[in-house]
């Protein structure tokens, strides 16, 4: 512990990072991964925390305030451990908000080659009684929450705009007149999300898309076809220039897996080439492709630290080549709970009004836990598994307890840890260090 002049005693965080800065010795970079603080220190504080390390005292209580303001140290008593688990707690269970992942129809216009949906019933679409009951569950939650947010799912959503247009205007109206925020987004294959269908969804405030990409057209079509085999690479790329200037925002996934990595590079060529992600709205990114539900050989899906290493050098490429984004995009952020899955008022509603906690759990009847209409109430759900994405504590696991990355993921993918599958853990496990001194770097560099 470290005296202060005051008599305080106080300690190092146990999530600090400590870096050299630019081979200057005095300089360095501290980052905290319970606050997500960044800063740069002199030799004045560089001293001051060698002094804390040391159990020694601190002269300066300027200085020793900032590092416990900064979350750099911790008041002697503190249990750091403790201040994670109440964090996720009162996110995990707050009823401030409610977030609704909505599948309007199981119908899918691709063949993917690892698609986890194959299993399920794909004619289905959402009845007027489960829209009717989705209305009553969101009035029923006037009064406590203080925004609403939907995510358009499927199947692929644009096979049912009218759906999706129909809700969402009932949707807004309840959160217009009850002073409610209310936001939307949407993944889609893109294939069908032309310039009108991007309008209407516009119309009812989906604000951001999420469009899918498998690698260069060779790659891509192969992987990503139509039902009957036909190619979707051209399409998709004429959709996302076509509405990048209607959405307030557009994500590219980009799918990878040991197969397809070395073909990415030529992407990034076809993006600039076509004018994306270069000065405008859309961000592009790469997913790690798993193998949910054992529908994908998870011989091909890259290891957590191969695809850590891979995702790196994709943002290092997208700088190379002048693509819009910095370091700072991918900076460290704190997480309270991990996803819908492990969070309350997070639900994903399928076309029969079946109720799952995880995307991943759509269309497996095994893993339903509740339907929004009162006509299946009495049917058998699956409370247990429930149970289990709600009350798990990554402050008591043996694996995350002391890693020093664990407020950034408090404790991975819910669904992967379940599967005992490796690839549950952060990129940041891997890769902090590259992430916070470059992000670091840019904002000195700046000034």
């Not at 990415?264 to 961000?283: G, Q, T």
């Not at 289990?388 to 990355?405: A, I, L, P």
């Amino acid at each position: 512990m470290v005296v202060l002049l005051g008599g305080e005693n106080m300690k190092v965080s146990k999530y600090n990072h400590v870096y050299k800065f630019y081979d200057n010795v005095d300089q360095k970079v501290i980052y905290n991964a319970r606050t997500g603080s960044l800063a740069l220190m002199n030799r004045e504080y560089i001293d001051a925390y060698d002094s804390i390390l040391k159990s020694q005292n601190i002269a300066n209580e300027k200085v020793a305030e900032q590092f416990l303001m900064g979350g750099f140290a911790v008041e002697d008593d503190i249990d750091e451990i403790d201040l994670i688990r109440m964090k996720t707690l009162t996110s995990r269970y707050s009823t401030n908000s409610l977030s609704l992942t909505i599948a309007p129809t199981m119908e899918c216009n691709f063949d993917c080659v690892y698609c986890y949906e194959h299993i399920s019933e794909k004619a289905k679409r959402m009845s007027q009684e489960t829209q009717d009951s989705i209305i009553k569950m969101i009035e029923s939650k006037v009064g406590s929450i203080e925004s609403l947010h939907i995510t358009w799912y499927g199947g692929e959503p644009t096979l049912a705009v009218d759906t999706v247009v129909q809700l969402s205007e009932r949707m807004i109206k309840i959160c217009d007149d009850n002073n409610i925020h209310y936001n939307a987004f949407i993944v889609s294959n893109g294939y069908a999300l032309n310039e009108s269908v991007a309008e209407q969804l516009v119309d009812v405030r989906v604000g951001g898309v999420q469009y899918s990409i498998d690698g260069p057209p060779e790659t891509h079509d192969k992987r990503r076809p139509l039902k009957g085999g036909q190619p979707t690479f051209e399409k998709i790329i004429e959709n996302i220039r076509g509405t990048k200037n209607i959405f307030n925002g557009i994500s590219v996934r980009v799918n990878v897996d040991n197969e397809n990595q070395e073909q990415i590079s030529s992407l990034l060529d076809i993006f600039k080439s076509n004018d994306i992600a270069v000065d405008d709205n859309v961000m592009i990114y790469v997913a790690n492709v798993d193998s949910h539900n054992e529908c994908y050989s998870r011989s091909l899906c890259s290891s957590g630290e191969n695809f850590a290493d891979f995702e790196l050098d994709f943002h290092k490429s997208k700088k190379d080549r002048g693509f819009k984004g910095t370091y700072r995009d991918k900076y460290p952020q704190i997480k309270a709970n991990f996803c819908s899955a492990d969070s309350l008022n997070g639900l994903v509603i399928d076309p029969e009004g079946y109720i799952y906690k995880c995307w991943s759990d759509i269309g497996i009847k095994e893993r339903v836990t509740g339907n929004v209409n009162s006509s299946k109430a009495n049917e058998k759900y699956n409370r247990t598994l429930l149970v289990d994405y709600m009350m798990y504590d990554s402050t008591t696991d043996s694996e995350c307890r002391d890693c020093s990355v664990l407020p950034l993921c408090v404790g991975g993918c819910p669904r992967k840890r379940m599967e005992n599958d490796s690839t549950k853990c952060t990129e940041y496990r891997y890769q902090l260090d590259e992430y916070v001194i470059n992000t670091a770097k840019e904002i000195y560099d700046s000034k």
